[in-house]
Every structure is written in C-alpha cells, then in structure tokens.
T-cell receptor
Framework: KAGVTQTPRYLIKTRGQQVTLSCSPI?????VSWYQQTPGQGLQFLFE???????NKGNFPGRFSGRQFSNSRSEMNVSTLELGDSALYLC??????????????FGPGTRLTVL | LAKTTQPISMDSYEGQEVNITCSHN???????ITWYQQFPSQGPRFIIQ???TKVTNEVASLFIPADRKSSTLSLPRVSLSDTAVYYC???????????FGKGTRLHILP
C-alpha cells in the first residue's frame, strides 16, 4: 500500500507570494491533517479535513487555508508569505481522524523556504 | 487534552536499553498513551500505544503503572539508528487535534 505523498518536496518563495502544497493520503483514509514544524516551535497542528470538511483548526492566521477533494487528496495554501513561514510542512492521514487514539501516517513533508 | 512532560534530551550507548519516561498527571479515563518517533527531515512515525499495564511490539515496550499518571517507553538494545526525537501523546479518539509537544531528543553514541 502506498504511503502518504506530498508535493513538492522543496519549495523556495519570496515574501508576499502565495504557495499551494499538495497531499495524497493513504488509500481509504478519509482524514488529512496538516502540521507546521520549525526548530523553535516544534510540531504545530494547522487543521484537519475529514470527508471534505474542515473538522479541527489550530491557532494559525487566516493566511493558512486548506481544502480536501472528494478523493481525499488535500491542499493547503499560504497567502502573503512571511519569512516566519519557512518550515517543514507535514501532512498526515488516518482512517478515523485526529484524536490521539487514531494512528497518524505522515508524509515526508514539504520544505518551504521564504526569502 | 492532558499535558505531557518528558525530558528534553537523553544520551545512551549502542546496545543499551533506553527508558524514556513521560509524565501525564491529569490523564483522563478515556485517554490512551501513544508514542511517535521522528528522524530529521521526516514525518513522525507511530511506535506504540497503550492504555494500562504493559504493551510490547517488535520495536518497543510501553509500561504504564496502575495510576496511569506516567508511562515509560523502553527501547531494547538501541543502535545508532535509534537516534531521533520521541514524542509522548495522551488523548482519546474524540477527534481533538493532536499536540506533539517538544519531545525527547535521544542521541545514541557508539
């Protein structure tokens, strides 16, 4: 069974631009969550989508948004990029959603650098 | 969500058994304890999960005392490849967002 895939793996943008990251979950998984990881803040939850609906949201500004398609693939968008948005963005999928009981399967991440 | 506390870092040597303890004093009745492992520039990977007593799988054991206010991840005979960050999470299947915390940075020395 194929794992979680994320594209692109690396991305360089400049301040003020916008970016779209893509995540394909494991087949059959309906929940997709997004995380931002930085050396200073660690792993922070962005949001979760389940069956095309946003079900949970972390404490990030509205510049961070996402969506999920009917095939469970998900995209996240960051508008008006800031230097502080440089991070590893991780996507995770699970059968039943977030909730610590449910095993999360993580992708390799997208490394975003904002110049 | 129950708050967890774990050591920031630990060092050990190849071939040793490593125990990482996580404190979760306000764990709720429905909460499970889950551990993830993360290598640099990769996503976390599920290691083990338990509710009470002891759970063992092919890579680790998880010890949970009767009061469930702490838990210990045990890695037998570690190797250099076990150098990673280990996260302890406590929660239920209720759909709340997962909070990873800072984790424990384990460094295995030759």
């Amino acid at each position: 069974k194929a794992g979680v895939t994320q594209t692109p793996r690396y991305l360089i943008k400049t301040r003020g631009q916008q970016v779209t990251l893509s995540c394909s979950p494991i087949s059959g998984h309906r929940s997709v969550s997004w995380y931002q990881q930085t050396p200073g803040q660690g792993l922070q939850f962005l949001f979760e989508y389940f069956s095309e609906t946003q079900r949970n949201k972390g404490n990030f500004p509205g510049r961070f948004s996402g969506r999920q398609f009917s095939n469970s693939r998900s995209e996240m968008n960051v508008s008006t990029l800031e230097l502080g948005d440089s991070a590893l963005y991780l996507c995770a999928s699970s059968l039943a959603g977030t909730g610590t009981y449910n095993e999360q399967f993580f992708g390799p991440g997208t490394r975003l650098t904002v110049l | 969500l129950a708050k967890t506390t774990q050591p920031i870092s630990m060092d050990s040597y190849e071939g040793q058994e490593v125990n990482i303890t996580c404190s979760h004093n306000n764990i709720a009745t429905n909460d499970y304890i889950t551990w993830y492992q993360q290598f640099p520039s990769q996503g976390p990977r599920f290691i083990i999960q338990g509710y009470k007593t002891k759970v063992t799988n092919e890579v680790a054991s998880l010890f949970i005392p009767a009061d469930r206010k702490s838990s210990t991840l045990s890695l037998p005979r570690v190797s250099l490849s076990d150098t990673a960050v280990y996260y302890c999470l406590v929660g239920d299947a209720g759909g709340d967002k997962i909070i990873f915390g800072k984790g424990t940075r384990l460094h295995i020395l030759p």
